[in-house]
């Protein structure tokens, strides 16, 4: 049965739900209330989009994947690859503010300059914390969302909206793998008898994504080390470091993982992709063995799509981005780690379906 309940069954009380939005912004019933996704009234529709664009209720990746990239270019561990690139805004004042080289602050404002989107659906928060979606259309409102949260808001609410008014007719969006992962089922499945326009969303620039936190949870542990008002960026670095970085002011306090990891939201522990493989363009921090102090400034750039390679060629041809030589062996490092993802998810869900 599809119905709203089917998404309370199989995904809400099963602790799946990823807070990515996707249910939201349609109707008047499901909504958001500090990352914990509510729903208010028990829907009986059969063809409700809230639980055919959840990227936890069942999906056939494989034939998602067939409608969107060619066969030939889907390696199984990261999923389709045109090119692994390394690089940073060449703008000194993106990377300011960025979380990491400012790749994908600058790909979003040239993809709305060059005319391949008309607005993008992002996440602004304060250093971190209370993020929430954002509909971008001008350079400065996407600079003001660079930087991540690991709390996830309902970003996808905002498409929702947007595809609904069908002001913009190509929206850019930046997302996690579970966001990306429900907007190409928007796309593969877009019910236009339903009104959503899902042919209005343009590009999709997918976040590798190890993980995101309880809300309130990051709240109380952030106000335990630092004064939240101050901090202006959280990071996680390489695992040798176990940390949880908190930007404040000049400096930067150190929390041990071990209190950052039982935050981790429940619907994380079974996702299986970590490079956000449904997407143009994936964007995640470096690692390189120049060390974290150089890498933190860079990024990893997964091309999948052939718009994503038109955007990164002018993103090159223009200056908006700085190359720097890919390491030795850093395509089987980053399979590596996103196969450790893979694994871990599934023996997570094998566990809860008693398998
Ligand atoms: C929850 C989470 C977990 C992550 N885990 C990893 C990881 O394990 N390994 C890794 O290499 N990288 C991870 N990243 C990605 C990394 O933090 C950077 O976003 C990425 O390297 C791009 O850096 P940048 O400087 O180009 O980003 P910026 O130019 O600063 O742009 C950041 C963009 O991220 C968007 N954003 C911020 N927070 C969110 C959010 N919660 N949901 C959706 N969009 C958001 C903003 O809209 C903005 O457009 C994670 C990101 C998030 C949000």
Not at 235 to 261: C, F, Q
Not at 345 to 350: I, S, Y
Request: glycine content about 12%.
């Amino acid at each position: 049965m599809l119905s709203t309940i089917a998404l309370d069954t199989q995904v809400i009380r099963p602790g799946l739900c990823t807070g990515c939005g996707a249910c939201q912004g349609m109707c008047p019933y499901w909504d958001s209330v500090d990352g914990r996704t509510i729903c208010y009234f028990d829907c009986e529709r059969k063809d409700g989009r809230c639980q055919r664009f959840c990227p936890r209720m069942p999906t056939d990746l494989a034939a998602l994947r067939e409608q969107f990239f060619p066969q030939e270019t889907v390696l199984p561990e990261i999923g389709p690859l045109r090119g692994l690139y390394l690089t940073r805004a060449a703008d000194p004042a993106i990377r300011a503010n960025a979380q990491h080289g400012g790749t994908m602050t600058a790909l979003v404002e040239l993809a709305l300059r060059e005319g391949f989107i008309d607005a993008a659906v992002l996440t602004r928060s304060r250093g971190g914390l209370e993020p929430e979606g954002v509909l971008a259309a001008t350079a400065e409102e996407v600079r003001a969302c660079s930087g991540s949260s690991f709390q996830i808001p309902p970003t996808l609410a905002v498409l929702n909206r947007a595809l609904r008014e069908n002001r913009y007719h190509s929206i850019g969006v930046v997302g996690t793998p579970c966001k990306t992962l429900a907007v190409y089922k928007m796309r593969g499945n877009p019910l236009p008898e339903n009104g959503n326009h899902a042919e209005n969303i343009g590009m999709v620039f997918g976040l590798f994504c190890g993980w995101g936190l309880d809300w309130d949870g990051l709240k109380d542990l952030t106000a335990k080390y630092a004064a939240p008002e101050k901090v202006s960026h959280m990071d996680i670095p390489p695992s040798k470091y176990h940390a949880l970085e908190l930007r404040e002011g000049g400096g930067t306090v150190s929390v041990n993982l071990d209190e950052v990891t039982p935050l981790v939201r429940s619907g994380c522990r079974y996702c299986t992709d970590m490079t956000a493989e449904f997407a143009d363009l994936s964007v995640g921090g470096a690692r390189s063995a120049d060390g974290w102090d150089v890498d933190r400034g860079w990024n990893q750039v997964i091309v999948r799509s052939e718009k994503g390679r038109q955007l990164l060629q002018i993103a090159r041809k223009k200056g908006v981005l700085e190359f720097k030589d890919t390491p030795e062996g850093g395509l089987e490092k980053l399979k590596g780690a996103s196969a450790g993802k893979k694994r871990t998810g599934e023996r997570n869900l094998q566990s809860l379906q008693g398998r």
